[in-house]
């Protein structure tokens, strides 16, 4: 494939990044040193990733579309600028996937649904339009569940084919997974980013909400929706949230906290709140209970303070404030939201529209603006009280699922443990830190809102502490 005969040499360093769990993984911000130096370029790492996604994508089906022809002409194009020594941007030359109901000039968008079949976009979403005008190689659209919100898709789990990767954003998932990207775009409106990056043996991260720009990006709760990132490593997870906030932030929101080319220096916690929550004794297995109580081992061992409901005032009201069906009731929340544009799917397209959208919809027709104000208020009141309670720490820290990825295709795994940040608008990091039976599993880490550079400061040394021990 062109280049990538000359690229062995750089193979290894393509791989097996440093503080990566997944071996598998590919990083472009470990490969920006050979692009500098002239010792890769950006056409070579493309081909190495098109090598492997030629040897896996009839396996795992990661893929809507992809563009290789334009992805060789925009990584050439990198590697000119290179040899030039004038990169456009910190992601100059980076491979992304873009998850297929993001919005994309030169490919179909089609929001995985037959109600969109053949939709071509004139234009690109905001956040491709950063990546594009950044020099970023935008190789194909991954597979989404329909509109982000359904319970299937084609994609497999590139750690075990039998098993769901995760969605909604399971093509990013499983491509980032299966090292056959460094890093690819999600969205979460519950559990879409950070679940598949738990199954899948990748980095995921949900910045605040409204960090990172939604225009062009098909939408499913405007409360709710959040952009997020899948990568390889943490290097390129925050390398592309940066980029896309400084390139192209939100308006009437704040940017990225401590959005740079660079990871910010880590940052030892001194005191995390261990979450459990009912879900910890209803859908835990215990093989996945164990892997969490050791890493916390490794933690106090390194001199973390874990404050947990069992030993302290703060964690077990918090834990009793999100157990009170907050999460239940802020459903209500997303179905008033989703009446445009689903409303009209269904009346012209009903057949092709799952029952959970149907019932959805059917809710939303049913409730009074008063009742819409009444959850928006007692959303403001509990977002209150958590921040409150969490002002004594750091963070959180969770498990981001119940376990490894389950088996069968037909439901993409339990959200228990994700909601709550997300609906709470808090940023949030998948890390795959852990295993059972051999897949990964990932570690939780939730923040303040708006202290997302504090957070990835704190997932970097938790990562470099644990691999070290």
């Given at each position: 494939m062109g280049e990538g005969g000359q690229g062995g040499e750089h193979h290894d360093q393509l791989r097996l990044p440093e503080f990566a769990c997944n071996r598998n993984a590919v990083s472009f911000s470990h490969a920006l040193p050979d692009f500098r130096a002239g010792r890769d370029t950006p056409r070579a790492f493309l081909e190495r990733c098109l090598e492997r996604i030629v040897a896996r994508e009839a396996e795992l089906r990661?893929?809507?579309?992809?563009?290789?022809?334009?992805?060789?002409?925009?990584?050439?194009?990198?590697?000119?600028?290179?040899?030039?020594?004038?990169?456009?941007?910190?992601?100059?030359?980076?491979?992304?996937?873009?998850?297929d109901i993001m919005d994309t000039r030169d490919m179909p968008t089609r929001m995985g649904s037959p109600v969109y079949a053949g939709w071509q976009p004139r234009y690109d979403a905001a956040c491709v339009q950063a990546l594009r005008f950044g020099g970023a190689v935008i190789v194909g659209k991954t597979v989404t569940t329909a509109f982000a919100c359904g319970a299937t898709n084609s994609t497999v789990n590139p750690h075990d084919s039998q098993r769901t990767p995760g969605g909604s954003s399971s093509g990013s998932a499983a491509a980032v997974g299966a090292g056959m990207l460094p890093v690819a775009l999600g969205t979460q409106t519950q559990g879409s980013t950070l679940r598949p990056a738990s199954f899948c043996g990748a980095v995921g991260f949900k910045p605040t909400h409204?960090?990172?720009?939604?225009?062009?990006?098909?939408?499913?709760s405007v409360t709710h929706d959040h952009l997020g990132v899948i990568g390889g490593t943490l290097?390129?997870?925050?390398?592309?949230?940066?980029?896309?906030?400084?390139?192209?932030?939100?308006?009437?929101?704040?940017?990225?906290?401590?959005?740079?080319?660079?990871?910010?220096?880590?940052a030892k916690p001194r005191r995390l709140l261990r979450l459990y929550t009912r879900h910890w004794e209803q859908e835990v297995d215990p093989a996945a209970r164990d892997a969490f109580e050791a890493v916390l081992e490794k933690l106090q061992r390194a001199g973390v303070v874990l404050a947990g409901r069992g030993d302290d005032s703060d964690a077990a009201a918090l834990e009793q404030a999100l157990d009170d069906g907050f999460v239940e009731r802020?459903?209500?929340?997303?179905?008033?939201?989703?009446?445009?544009?689903?409303?009209?799917?269904?009346?012209?397209?009903?057949?092709?529209?799952?029952?959970?959208v149907h019932d959805r919809i059917a809710r939303a027709q049913t409730m009074l603006p008063a009742e819409y104000e009444a959850l928006l208020s007692e959303k403001a009141a509990m977002k209150t009280k958590v921040r409150d309670l969490m002002r004594a720490a750091d963070g959180i820290i969770t498990l981001a699922a119940s376990g490894p990825a389950p088996v069968g295709h037909a439901h993409t795994g339990s959200r228990a443990f994700l909601t709550y940040a997300t609906f709470l608008g808090l940023p949030a990091f998948s890390l795959p830190l852990m295993s059972v039976g051999g897949l990964p599993v990932g570690l939780q880490l939730i923040g303040h809102a708006g202290g997302d550079g504090k957070l990835c400061a704190l997932a970097r040394w938790i990562m470099r502490e644990i691999a070290a021990q």
């Open positions: 990661a893929f809507a579309a992809l563009n290789i022809d334009g992805a060789r002409a925009a990584a050439d194009a990198a590697g000119a600028r290179y040899r030039a020594g004038q990169p456009l941007s910190m992601v100059d030359g980076c491979l992304v996937g873009i998850k409204g960090a990172l720009t939604m225009q062009g990006v098909h939408p499913i290097e390129d997870t925050w390398r592309i949230a940066s980029h896309i906030s400084l390139a192209n932030g939100n308006p009437g929101q704040a940017f990225l906290d401590g959005a740079s080319a660079e990871l910010p220096a880590p802020s459903l209500d929340i997303t179905a008033y939201e989703m009446k445009w544009p689903y409303a009209q799917y269904i009346a012209d397209h009903g057949q092709l529209m799952e029952k959970r």
